[in-house]
């Protein structure tokens, strides 16, 4: 089991950008696969990324997601937000690396950062 607390959320303005960090306790995040989710006001959680276990990198989109493994952290980084990407933003781990999006593969959470675009 690994603890994970995320960071580096807050006010943004539209079109900016921010990163987040994913940091774990009790176990090294490398041997997980790391996905990150958000959860909009008055809407279901979402995912959005996944970065292999294998891997170092990941990216989709607008989002950019990178180890740093002496940190034992992961961490999320978005371009050019809008103000649909407000949230709270959570990070997760799976042990496969497989790296399924799907909410029940991930067996640790992190409490979420809230992220807020507006002008």
């Known amino acids: 089991q690994v603890q994970l607390v995320e960071s580096g959320g807050g006010l943004v303005q539209p079109g900016g950008s921010l990163t987040l960090s994913c940091a774990a306790s009790g176990d090294s995040l490398d041997r997980y696969s790391v996905g990150w989710s958000r959860q909009a006001p008055g809407k279901a959680r979402e995912a959005i990324i996944c970065i292999s276990k294998f891997s170092a990198t990941a990216a989709k989109g607008r989002f950019f997601s990178s180890r740093n493994i002496a940190k034992n952290t992961v961490s999320l980084q978005v371009r050019n937000l809008e103000s649909e990407d407000t949230a709270v933003y959570y990070c997760?781990?799976?042990?496969?690396?497989?790296?399924?999006?799907?909410?029940?593969?991930?067996?640790?959470w992190g409490q979420g950062t809230q992220v807020t675009v507006s002008s």
């Open positions: 997760a781990a799976q042990k496969s690396p497989a790296c399924s999006l799907h909410e029940t593969s991930f067996g640790d």
